[in-house]
């Protein structure tokens, strides 16, 4: 999905216009992290379960 981000952010927004976007932006990832936390975690650990390798160096098979 690719997103039009120049129509989606018009220039000339008031300060606070924006500044109430952020905050209503920033509450809503809150909640969305705090509603799907248990599968959020669950992905980032399986991610970093593959940058893991449980065999110790001196168990690889070495061709020197």
Do not use: H, K
Not at 35 to 41: D, I, N, S, T, V
């Amino acid at each position: 999905m690719n997103l039009d981000f120049d129509a989606l952010f018009p220039d000339g927004l008031s300060d606070e216009t924006a500044n109430a976007i952020a905050e209503l932006l920033q509450e809503l990832c809150f909640v969305w992290e705090g509603r799907y936390y248990g599968q959020l975690a669950r992905l980032a650990q399986q991610r970093q379960a593959d940058l893991f390798d449980p065999d110790p160096p001196w168990l690889l098979n070495s061709e020197d």
